[in-house]
């Protein structure tokens, strides 16, 4: 135990933005080598703004104070910070790198030279003027000169930039009424933000261990510290070259350039524990389990990779997953790399074995909200498949799949590998192959586009095709300018059969979703039968004899 003198205390205090600016600037105020890199998107910059101009709390920093060295970044976004004093206590920030690095990078005066293509992401504007026009007032101005009316936070606290952006705005809005008022909405907001005040969290004295259980508790912005932060942080070695956090990201790097995409961090450090010997890979006790893996962690690490790569192998290559994106369950991607870490290179029947499991999972939902017991059990499961024992699939019965298209849903995911499976090539509007594996690891979701619009099927899974286009508008548009030979060529490619496709034609949106839903079902069905899957009652879509067409008054379509 502890001794109570090591025991951290802590101190609330209150800061103007501006003084913690200058903290950093100064190298008084450091973010350690262990934090996670700086992955804030720039809606999520864009908001931090406009909740500091309308005087919401940003949530509290927690800082650490301690004379400790720890190794740190010597660059905050990407401007250089000069090194540690040497003569007293260093404050490392604990909680709070994203939002931190978003105001000094957005704030501070950036080096001159900086070449780097994402630079943009640092330079946020404020568009005056605007009056009582609704959001967004902040934006990203990629390219081009900004015209006058938009004031970069770049100058906000610095007075002769800010100075030479009013002269500007003096010369290039010619109604002088017009350019006083928006040269004072700009003293305005420079006020408002020489003016906040952050809530700071200083804990003085204590270890490392105190400092990240303090975040776990006290993390102000509903953001809890994941399992593989926290035991990065707790194992963090000063003489170590990289933390687990940085062998973490860089498995992630090597698997992502296999052409997969990555996978979630989190995977990377439940596969690591499951070879190391851990039952509880889901919400792992930290602090226990620094006692139990200390010595054993590099050799966990050093395994977890080939069973990862070995495990996205065996995705891509025997069940035809093209993306990391689209696996029902990250959990999976563990279960199948604890695996083949015991068995590198399995039988052909065990291969089998596991593809029948895979879908049977997939299709199930066993694994649906990140269950400690169920991910335990399958674990269990897989490990003794490893050592001979069979697979167990009976219990694993088909779910439905739901009426809506949301691809964060398991279901649906698994749903379109089962559409990937059954059409795998599919035609563009010339005609042409789709590369589908480019177009889903661009597009994602958004490669899926609606093919009918304004009925009340429209969320359907059936009313999803992936077609490419830049056009914001549902696919019928662009489909119905096809000649009929080449529609009726690349519709079949899309599982649109010609009685679907005829009530398209003639534009009964709701006859089309239902009889493409209906034929989608009976599809999958029949797969889930060929690997010997118990189909749900409702197989597919809700009930699907309620959604019944009657077919002989089905239309007919030329196609010549």
Not at 247 to 254: H, P
Not at 421 to 440: M, Y
Request: contains cysteine; hydrophobic residues 45%.
């Amino acid at each position: 135990m502890a001794d109570h003198a090591e025991e951290s205390t802590v101190k609330p205090e209150v800061l103007l933005l501006e003084q913690l600016l200058d903290e950093v600037a100064a190298g008084r105020l450091r973010v350690p080598r262990f934090q996670r890199p700086f992955v804030w998107r720039p809606d999520q910059m864009i908001g931090l703004y406009d909740s500091i101009e309308r005087g919401y709390p940003i949530g509290s920093l927690l800082v650490w104070d301690t004379p400790k060295v720890l190794p740190s970044l010597d660059q905050v976004a990407g401007i250089d910070i000069p090194p540690a004093p040497t003569d007293g206590t260093v404050s490392y920030l604990i909680d709070g790198h994203q939002r931190l690095s978003t105001l000094f990078g957005t704030l501070a005066r950036r080096p001159a030279s900086a070449t780097d293509p994402g630079e943009w992401v640092w330079w946020i504007y404020r568009d005056l003027g605007l009056g009582s026009h609704p959001d967004p007032r902040f934006s990203h101005r990629p390219g081009g000169e900004p015209a006058a009316r938009l004031l970069p936070m770049q100058a906000v606290l610095r007075t002769m930039e800010f100075l030479a952006h009013a002269r500007r705005l003096t010369r290039e809005v010619p109604d002088p009424q017009e350019c006083d008022a928006l040269v004072e909405e700009a003293e305005q907001l420079a006020q408002r933000i020489r003016s906040y005040k952050v809530a700071v969290v200083r804990l003085v004295g204590g270890d490392l261990s105190h400092a990240v259980e303090a975040f776990s508790r006290l993390n102000s912005r509903g953001q809890q510290i994941t399992p593989d932060q926290m035991f990065s942080a707790l194992t963090y070695r000063t003489e170590a070259q990289s933390t687990l956090a940085d062998r973490i990201s860089a498995i992630r790097d090597n698997i992502g350039a296999s052409g997969i995409g990555k996978i979630p961090a989190s995977t990377v450090f439940q596969t690591i524990l499951a070879i190391a010997g851990e039952e509880d890979v889901h919400a792992p006790h930290s602090g226990a389990l620094v006692d139990r893996l200390r010595d054993d962690l590099d050799d966990a690490v050093e395994a977890a990779e080939p069973a990862l790569h070995r495990a996205v192998q065996f995705l891509r290559y025997e069940v035809g997953v093209p993306a990391a994106r689209l696996v029902p369950y990250p959990q999976q991607v563990m279960l199948l790399a604890a695996f083949h870490h015991l068995v590198p290179t399995p039988e052909r029947w065990q291969v089998r074995s596991l593809v029948r499991w895979f879908w049977a999972t997939s299709w199930s939902g066993v694994l649906a909200g990140s269950s400690e017991f169920q991910t335990r059990r399958a674990l269990r499961q897989l490990q003794d498949f490893a050592g001979g024992e069979a697979l167990d699939l009976q219990e694993h019965r088909a779910q439905p799949v739901p009426d809506w298209f949301d691809v964060d849903d398991g279901r649906i995911r698994a749903y379109l590998l089962w559409e990937l499976r059954r059409f795998p090539e599919r035609l563009g509007l010339t005609g042409g192959l789709i590369d589908l594996e480019t177009l889903l690891a661009h597009s994602g979701a958004a490669a899926y586009r609606p093919v009918v619009t304004g009925v009340p099927e429209e969320s359907w899974p059936a009313n999803r095709i992936i077609l490419p286009s830049g056009a914001d508008r549902p696919a019928w548009v662009e489909l119905a300018n096809l000649p009929p030979r080449v529609l009726r060529r690349v519709v079949t490619s899309h599982g649109i059969r010609a009685e679907a496709l005829a009530h398209l034609v003639a534009g009964n949106g709701t006859a089309f979703v239902r009889a493409r839903a209906r034929d989608l079902a009976r599809w999958e069905a029949e797969f889930m039968d060929e690997l010997g899957i118990q189909p749900a009652v409702a197989v597919g879509f809700p009930r699907w004899s309620d959604y019944a067409v009657e077919l002989d008054a089905t239309p007919p379509i030329d196609v010549d």
